[in-house]
């Protein structure tokens, strides 16, 4: 999920919401029916109709975060977590990120974070420099250690 394919810096946030569409193969005409509920998610209001040039960073993640996730994908490839943007708005990412990958058949997941992976994940590949060590069950590759 890369949130930043398809931005255009001088369309607006719905332009850049249809164009975004259109990077992925659907026609305008149905990305048009599915703008608003995109739109509704970023919680930005007017500011949609500006270019997204004149966006915060935190507007920025709203918009792109919001696009990434509202067509789900059959496979889902994630190499990094939502970790920018407002508490608020945190937590209703991380709603719609449980919502989206459930929603995928497939979810290949790159991460340092034990909590994550045994969250989403229910089998994995351990690489170290790039190399194949394990492959298996999260807890067999990735053990808790007690105190």
Known sequence: MDTNVGL???????????????YMSIHPHD???????????TELGDYLDMP??????????RLAFSFSTGIPPDILIMDAWLSAGDAQFLGKAGRRIEEFVGRSSIL??????????????NRGILLVQGRVLMMGPIKRLWPRTES
């Open 108 to 121: 290949v997941f790159a991460s340092h974070s034990l909590e994550l992976t045994e969250l989403w994940c």
């Open 52 to 61: 997204v040039r004149t966006y915060s960073a935190g507007m920025m993640i």
């Open 31 to 41: 990305m048009r029916a599915r703008a608003a509920t995109i739109a509704e998610f």
């Open 8 to 22: 255009n810096p001088d369309a607006t946030g719905y332009e850049n919401i249809i164009l975004r569409g259109m």
